[in-house]
């Protein structure tokens, strides 16, 4: 299966660790024959958190762009552009249902080229009982869908 991971599951390669996750999660699902893909909206976000936690000492700068170099440099891992006028109009409607818009553009990626959205962020986690969220789903991509890690592995 296609899938799109959140920026969460990345975390851990520029050392931001997250304690219910494992830091290994890509590999793992890579393991399990999934093909792996991130929105480069997910390379900005962990340029900010890790830009947040440089400027707490928490972190070397080296870390993180070592860690966004790792992932960007991956033959394993397909990185999408959120500038497709498709998945641009996929996010425009989704923001009728997300206030984040960040998190339209990365759910957008993930509908218009995976087969699923790999995230345990509740606000997106919520679509799946959304009328309107679902109806858009059956016109774009029928068979696409937002799990958690757990329901993957």
Same mark, same amino acid.
């Given at each position: 299966?296609?899938?799109?991971?959140?920026?969460?599951?990345?975390?851990?390669?520029?050392?931001?660790?997250?304690?219910?996750?494992?830091?290994?999660?890509?590999?793992?699902?890579?393991?399990?024959?999934?093909?792996?893909s991130?929105?480069?909206?997910?390379?900005?976000?962990?340029?900010?958190?890790?830009?947040?936690?440089?400027? &707490?000492?928490?972190?070397?700068?080296?870390?993180?762009?070592?860690?966004?170099? @790792? #992932?960007?440099y991956? =033959? +394993?891992?397909? /990185?999408?552009?959120?500038?497709?006028?498709?998945?641009?109009?996929?996010?425009?409607?989704?923001? &009728?249902?997300?206030?984040?818009?960040?998190?339209?553009?990365?759910?957008?990626? @993930? #509908?218009?080229?995976? =087969? +699923?959205?790999? /995230?345990?962020?509740?606000?997106?986690?919520?679509?799946?009982?959304?009328?309107?969220?679902?109806?858009?789903?059956?016109?774009?991509?029928?068979?696409?869908?937002?799990?958690?890690?757990?329901?993957?592995?």
């Open positions: 299966m296609k899938l799109l991971l959140d920026t969460t599951y990345f975390l851990p390669a520029i050392g931001i660790s997250i304690k219910e996750l494992p830091r290994d999660a890509p590999i793992k699902l890579i393991d399990k024959g999934h093909e792996i991130i929105s480069y909206i997910t390379l900005f976000e962990l340029s900010a958190k890790g830009a947040k936690h440089v400027i &707490n000492g928490t972190l070397k700068s080296e870390r993180v762009t070592r860690g966004i170099r @790792a #992932i960007v991956d =033959d +394993a891992v397909e /990185t999408i552009p959120p500038h497709d006028s498709l998945l641009l109009l996929t996010a425009f409607k989704l923001r &009728n249902a997300l206030t984040d818009f960040i998190d339209c553009l990365i759910l957008s990626s @993930a #509908i218009n080229h995976c =087969d +699923a959205l790999i /995230t345990e962020d509740n606000d997106i986690q919520n679509l799946k009982k959304n009328k309107e969220f679902n109806e858009l789903m059956t016109t774009i991509n029928p068979k696409f869908k937002i799990q958690t890690l757990s329901e993957t592995l």
